[in-house]
């Protein structure tokens, strides 16, 4: 718990001190008249501290876009969204980038490196982009930890699918911030490396105290968190805590079941 | 007709990407036609100015030599002339309907109330003329009266509006004879072309007076014809009825002709020169073209994979990209026609500059222009776009299955490395070749021939492997202050070593070329000045404008004034001149009077230049006197033009050649000259040197203006002043060249502009990627800006380095004729590295802006 780095800026009240994240009554729209798709309707959750929360839903379910909203990478059309302390809603794009850069990491589906970059390069850039100092022995603890010490001067097009996602989440976790967003982070690797990942994001919060926000559809990534928030039709409709593969499989086949009938 | 439908949906889906490479093509191709068009117009004008004026036959005095249109007056200030008699001997021929005689000149300068030249001070001379009713050809009194009496005068209507002069108002005409007060009694409009002359009308015998000083002579016989007979009858007709004397007898057609061989010979040049340039920016433009669909291809990997796994050939590929090109190409040169004929009529509105009122009414447009504008413009595309489209269909099938990303085509080949070192060596070597050329520039242009292209295209082959050392070495001294930002700016110049290669050489031709010239250019001012400095011993040089002798007023109110300790004078003269050895030689001696040999300081190699000013003395140069074994001592028979007869004159001595300002002048004495010429066959003096008394410098330089107040065309110069007219008029022809460089550096920026705008589409997910992990707008749009600075300065470096070995090597031919000095112009060529790196921040605004307007999430989720 010690490890996140407590955002300094002070909130209007909204955000609740042990909340990473918090998302009220959030609606998300695209589109105007008769093309209007709603994709998050009245969304309100809580990301706690040091926990690793997943968010599940089938496809269209609004679970990237809740992920989007809460990282700041989009903007609400209705309802209130804090990170930490400070409300995010609303704010300009300066504040908001900076916001970003020191308080949030991000893991992508693919496409995580810069290739004119090699491995360590790519695991320090949001401290460079910052112009801060990468605290060298943590740096060191999140290298071993990730297993890439002698991977570093790689570029990616010379790591494999795997190690390439390993990077990114040790650039994600360099920076010590406040929160990580992944965004089904294990969707383009084959179950083993997929598992690795997985195992090291799960260490991050065990062993590193990190907080982290997982986007999925597998049951088996999910079963990794500690808790599982489940969306469908832009709504929560569920939340399970300590899940294991098989809850999260059955309570997802509870959707198929619905879509089917309904 | 699946490929011409999918090339054509992949331009239209291109347009912005399309647009840039189109515009290079757009460019190149108009300034093609708009020269084709322009110089064409002229013609035509020109024409319409000689048919209109010309009579069925025109009488002249023969002429010496052949003269061109821009001939200089005769150097006695005195045209050439017929008598007046020949008048009555054509009219007495058959089918002739009316004689006119006419008399003009153009050494003759008028001056208003304020002491000002009214003349055109362009170049264009101010033509004094008898008025006819011939001239009512191509004129039309607006106001008053034509000139009748000895102190009338007509002045074509432009002339008036420049000066702000009317019916009334008094001028004067100073003349080779002397001063003439003169009223202006009307003015006449031109109802041609203004060929930017100033038009100063008298009566005839008023013209003859003070022009000829004789009331029997003319200059020009116009011979119109009753239409009973052909002109070329009526030629044979008046041929006969003048017998043989020095008369040249034309048709009109014969007239027109000649005339426009004259202006063509000019207008070619211009031609030429404009040609050359639209071929420079057509280069440019091709690398535009290169690397435009270079990353069209890239970009399209996954696509063309899949069309080559679903069974489309490689032909069929390499033909979709051919057929892309040729629509863009096609595209463009139409456009290019187009603006074209707006860059003509730009062209011909600029003339009026020089007082060249050209009527859009004549712009001539032959069916030639499009067709080679669009021809050119195609060619140019398909040969540019052939390369990308191979490497297209050389995309494997499994493409389309690999998640490839960007491509990898990092590496500049070892091959294509070798190639270029070695073309670039060659060409170096060729260049360096040039100072092998001793006697003559002429020996050594093989080798500049050579050494030019060689080195570029070796360069340019080269160019991706520099990119490697080059880029590293600028952002270590330039982009690591910017931190991170700079840093991924070096990774992206860096990561496609032949697109920035490409990018780079389009800016590389240009600068150098500006290089290249402004060295040669600096070098020759570097060299003309140490020579005056070394030989100028007068303290004040006097000329008059537009390389018009100096009249001879002019000449005596300077010789008046007291403050001068001496003042001499130099005059052209043509002569024969037979050598011992049998021989023969035209020479052109300059005439001097004593004294010159302390304002103007020869090499003399051998024997005493003073004793060579002497009466019967002359001196030799040395190439000539080698030629021919002449030596001191030695008696030359010179004829002068014009003279009385052939005299006998020694050698007292052979000056060196290694001089830009005298290169072969023979020297001798205005004694020695006059005794062989009769004082009317005496040239004016082309110029005047002057030597205050001691201590009177500034005092002689205001009684010396003072002196030529009433003779607004002549010009006073210092040394200091009369090196800054070498300079001025090298500089002004640098001035020239820049400017149509410019085109082929306004292509290359297009250049840079479409690199850079087609990479930030390429990396759009790099940049969606680096934004959501907090990069911000002002740092994304810095690294594109510093991206493309770096760029810009791998081009100046390559262009700038190579255009000095190009000056350097012309340097060296120029040391030939005497131009021994190698100036490095490094004021100009720091302030183009500099301007480079604008130019750089220039092309990024555009690509910056979008890159940074992208939003973020779209950005991530482009595949």
């Not at chain 1, 084959?190 to 062993?207: C, I, K, Q, T």
């Not at chain 2, 071929?279 to 073209?289: D, K, P, Q, S």
């Not at chain 2, 040169?333 to 603006?339: C, E, M």
Request: aromatic fraction near 4%; include cysteine.
């Amino acid at each position: 718990m010690t490890t996140a780095v407590e955002d300094a800026t002070t909130g209007d009240g909204g955000g609740h001190p042990a909340m990473a994240a918090r998302a009220e009554s959030v609606a998300k729209a695209y589109g105007a008249g008769e093309t209007r798709v709603v994709a998050l309707d009245g969304v309100s959750v809580d990301i706690e501290r040091g926990v690793f929360t997943a968010i599940m839903g089938p496809s269209g379910s609004g679970k990237s876009t809740l992920m989007h909203c809460l990282a700041g990478l989009d903007t609400v059309t209705a309802g209130r969204v804090w990170i930490g302390d400070t409300e995010i809603t609303g704010m300009k794009d300066k504040k908001l980038t900076r916001l970003r850069r020191d308080s949030v990491g991000f893991v992508f589906q693919a496409f995580n490196l810069l290739p004119t970059l090699d491995a360590i390069e790519n695991i320090t850039l949001p401290m460079d982009i910052a112009g801060r100092e990468p605290d060298p022995d943590w740096l060191r603890r999140v290298v071993e930890t990730v297993g890439l010490a002698d991977r570093l001067k790689h570029r990616p097009n010379q790591l494999s699918g795997g190690q390439q996602q390993r990077v990114a989440v040790a650039r994600a976790l360099a920076a010590r911030p406040a929160i990580i967003f992944a965004d089904e982070p294990t969707g383009n690797l084959d179950s083993r490396a997929g598992a690795e990942v997985l195992g090291f994001l799960r260490r991050s919060v065990d062993d590193l105290g990190q907080t982290i926000v997982m986007v999925t559809h597998d049951p088996v990534a999910a079963a990794h968190a500690d808790r599982i928030v489940f969306l469908a039709d832009g709504h929560v409709v569920d939340e399970m805590r300590e899940p294991t593969a098989d809850r999260v499989l059955d309570r997802m086949r509870r959707f198929d079941t619905r879509g089917r009938t309904s | 007709m699946t490929v011409l439908r999918t090339s054509l949906r992949n331009v239209l889906a291109h347009k912005g990407r399309m647009l840039l490479s189109g515009m290079a093509v757009v460019l190149s191709v108009a300034f093609v036609c708009g020269t084709l068009v322009f110089t064409a117009t002229m013609n035509t004008t020109f024409d319409q100015l000689f048919a209109e004026t010309a009579s069925n036959v025109m009488v002249a005095p023969q002429e010496d030599d052949e003269g061109s249109a821009f001939e200089e007056g005769p150097t006695t200030g005195v045209p050439d002339t017929l008598p007046v008699t020949v008048l009555d001997r054509i009219a007495a021929v058959d089918g002739v309907e009316r004689v006119t005689g006419t008399v003009s000149s153009t050494t003759a300068v008028a001056v208003d109330g304020d002491n000002e030249n009214i003349g055109p001070t362009s170049g264009a001379p101010t033509v004094v003329a008898s008025w006819s009713d011939i001239e009512l050809r191509s004129m039309e009194i607006a106001e008053g009266r034509p000139p009748s009496g000895p102190d009338e005068i007509m002045i074509d209507g432009d002339t008036a509006d420049k000066k702000n002069l009317g019916v009334g108002d008094g001028l004067r005409l100073v003349t080779a004879l002397g001063d003439h007060p003169v009223t202006i009694s009307g003015i006449a409009d031109f109802t041609i072309t203004n060929p930017g002359a100033a038009l100063v009308y008298t009566d005839l015998p008023t013209a003859q007076r003070i022009l000829l000083g004789a009331t029997d002579r003319i200059t020009a016989v116009y011979v119109d014809s009753t239409g009973a007979v052909t002109d070329e009858a009526l030629k044979a007709a008046v041929t006969d009825a003048l017998g043989d004397g020095p008369y040249k007898i034309q048709t009109a057609d014969e007239y027109i002709e000649e005339n426009r061989d004259q202006i063509g010979e000019v207008l070619g040049i211009v031609r030429y020169v404009l040609l050359g340039f639209a071929g420079v920016a057509l280069l440019v433009g091709v690398f535009l073209i290169v690397n435009t669909f270079s990353m069209l291809v890239a970009q399209r990997t996954r696509e063309i994979g899949l069309m080559r796994a679903i069974g489309a050939g490689r032909r069929q590929i390499t033909g979709s990209v051919l057929i892309e090109a040729l629509l863009l190409g096609l595209a463009a040169s139409v456009v290019g026609f187009g603006v074209g004929i707006g860059l003509a009529v730009v062209l011909m509105s600029l003339m009026s500059l020089l007082g060249m009122n050209l009527s859009t009414d004549e712009l001539t447009i032959g069916w030639s222009v499009p067709a080679i504008g669009i021809v050119l413009g195609v060619a140019v595309t398909l040969v540019a776009a052939y390369f990308p489209s191979r490497r297209a269909a050389r995309i494997s099938p499994m493409a389309a299955l690999r998640d490839a990303g960007l491509p990898g085509d990092t590496r500049a080949g070892r091959a294509r490395t070798v190639i270029g070192a070695v073309c670039a060596a060659a060409g170096l070597a060729a260049l360096a070749g040039t100072a092998t050329a001793d006697d003559s520039a002429a020996d050594g242009v093989p080798y500049l021939v050579l050494g030019v292209p060689l080195s570029l295209i070796g360069l340019i082959v080269v160019g991706p492997f520099l990119v490697g050392l080059v880029v590293r070495v600028l952002s270590a001294l330039l982009l690591r202050m910017f931190g991170p930002v700079g840093r991924l700016a070096e990774r992206n110049a860096l990561r496609n070593p032949r697109r920035t290669g490409a990018t780079a050489a389009a800016l590389m031709i240009g600068l150098a070329l500006v290089a290249g010239l402004s060295v040669v250019g600096t070098s020759m001012v570097a060299s003309a000045t140490e020579e005056i400095d070394d030989s100028l011993g007068a303290d004040f040089v006097i000329s008059a404008l537009n390389f018009q002798p100096v009249l001879p007023d002019p000449a005596e109110a300077v010789r008046s004034v007291a403050e001068l300790d001496h003042v001499t004078e130099v005059r052209q003269i043509e002569s024969e001149v037979d050598f011992p050895d049998g021989g023969h030689g035209d020479i052109t001696f300059s005439v001097t009077t004593p004294g010159y040999v302390d304002d103007f300081t020869s090499t003399v190699l051998s024997g005493d230049i003073t004793r060579a000013l002497e009466p019967g003395g002359i001196s030799v140069d040395a190439d000539t006197a080698d030629r021919h074994g002449l030596e001191v001592g030695d008696d030359l028979a010179v004829t002068f033009d014009n003279g009385t007869g052939t005299a006998t004159l020694t050698v007292r001595a052979i000056t060196s050649t290694d001089s830009v300002l005298e290169g072969t002048a023979w020297y001798t004495g205005l004694d020695t000259a006059r005794a062989s010429l009769a004082e009317d066959a005496l040239p004016l003096p082309t110029m005047m040197f002057a030597t205050a008394a001691d201590g009177q410098q500034d005092e002689a330089r205001a009684a010396l203006e003072t002196a030529l107040d009433p003779y607004p065309t002549m010009e006073v110069r210092d040394q200091a002043e009369f090196k800054e007219l070498i300079q001025g008029q090298i500089g002004q022809l640098l001035i020239m060249v820049y400017a149509l460089l410019a085109l082929a550096i306004i292509v290359a920026i297009l250049g840079v502009v479409n690199t850079l705008a087609l990479s930030v589409v390429e990396r759009t997910r790099e940049i969606g990627l680096m934004r959501a992990i907090g990069l911000s707008r002002r740092q994304l749009r810095r690294m594109i800006r510093l991206e493309s600075v770096v760029i810009a300065l791998f081009g100046a470096i390559l262009g700038l380095g190579l255009g000095m070995a190009w000056g350097a090597a012309g340097q060296q031919l120029l040391a030939a004729e005497n131009f021994t000095v190698l100036e490095i112009p490094w004021v100009t060529i720091v302030a183009v590295f500099v301007g480079s790196a604008l130019v750089g921040l220039l092309a990024a605004l555009l690509p910056a802006f979008r890159a940074g307007r992208m939003n973020v999430l779209d950005a991530i989720a482009t595949e």
